[in-house]
């Protein structure tokens, strides 16, 4: 009997190993996954990232399609109206990298604040935190915040009445807070959308307030990128962008802008695997497959030892946060526009795709740094340890 023919986004990882305990395996690059290819594949099961858009002219392409997994987060690129008239299962990754994206932000915090503004500096080491969206990734954000010794406010109108985490509207939160953390999806209808959430004063943003640094490892049209501008926005870490993926060449060289990053603050290894294996173990129960193939422990071993003379030094190892921000700031030099993907959107999608996936935390053990290192989940080696780089998965891909 033929094996179900699923079409996976080749930078998927494990895209191959994983699913082929399903079915037949075409791992494509994202630029080659289209209606034509699925209709002339038959595929039955489609696996993405965020770049495809599944849309209602895709499935009229593809009857056979009976499964569309999404090895992120987010939804916003799913037409999930029509997957849901033509009875197409859809599966996605939630969860998968809220860890990754909640330590991003600590050494994000951590290691930029000699170079916060001083209005932000004189409100103390551990000026409050709001937090915006209290999901998978915003909950894991503020518990890790508050493990380090901020206050946290949050705001999610979303969040049951009952929950005591959830305190304050958006506007109460933006007055209170010195730091504005945004982890929503992208909404644009309903009663609560959140693109363009953070606008200009008079364009529908909260009122102006004391200084802020924002940071937005969301989506990029949650944060409007005239709202920088705003005078009580004093400083922003970026790793999503309003016009992604062509980043404002200005915003690009804006001082303002303490760190720049690639729409990778969730891109640990741990978490694509997690990713991979969450939409392959819902393809198997849509399909009655076993599902014990599809366990973590399989794939991912230790990272090994990392050292230091402090906790800033050892995150900078573990999380390359200030080559990241060399190469996004690079693209203010290339142009956009015209036909086709302009030279600016096709390096972003490049340093996306080719980005060279970290640990989490909880992998590595330190030698040096300070306590904080033991409440973001580092072990301890003793110094002296043999120092090893970021292991590979178990198997290649």
Known sequence: MAKPPIVVDDAVPLAGEVFTKLGEVH????????AATLARIGARALVVRSVTTVDAALLDACPELEFVGTATAGLDHLDLEALAAREVAVADAAGCNS???????????????????????????????????????????ARTLRALGFPVLVSDPFAPPSD????????????????????VPLTRGGLHPTAAMLAPVGEGGPPLA????????????VVRDAAL????????????????PEPAAARLRDPKVLLASPHVAGYSLDAKIDASLAVARQLAARWGAERGAFERGRWLGPAGVVEG??????????????????SVRALAELETGGAGASPRARAFEALRRGYALR???????????DSRLDTLGFGRAKKGADRTGPSEPKTAF
């Open 229 to 244: 501008d705003r005078p009580d926005v004093r400083a922003a870490i970026l790793d999503v962008w309003e016009g992604e």
């Open 99 to 141: 860890l990754a994206v909640a330590q991003w932000v600590a050494a994000a915090l951590l290691t930029t604040r000699p170079r916060w503004p001083e209005a932000l500096r004189e409100a103390g080491d551990a000026p409050t935190v709001g937090v915006v969206g209290h999901g998978h990734v915003g909950s894991k954000v």
């Open 309 to 326: 003379g402090t906790s800033a030094e050892i995150l900078r190892a573990v999380v390359a946060l200030e080559a990241d921000d060399r």
């Open 27 to 34: 791992a494509l690059p994202s630029g080659a996954i289209d």
């Open 210 to 221: 004391g200084p802020k640094l924002v940071v937005n490892t969301s989506r990029g049209p």
């Open 359 to 369: 640990r989490e935390f909880g992998a590595w053990e330190a030698v040096g740094g």
């Open 164 to 183: 005591p985490a959830v305190a304050v509207d958006f506007e109460t939160l933006w007055r209170r807070s010195a730091i504005v953390s945004f982890h």
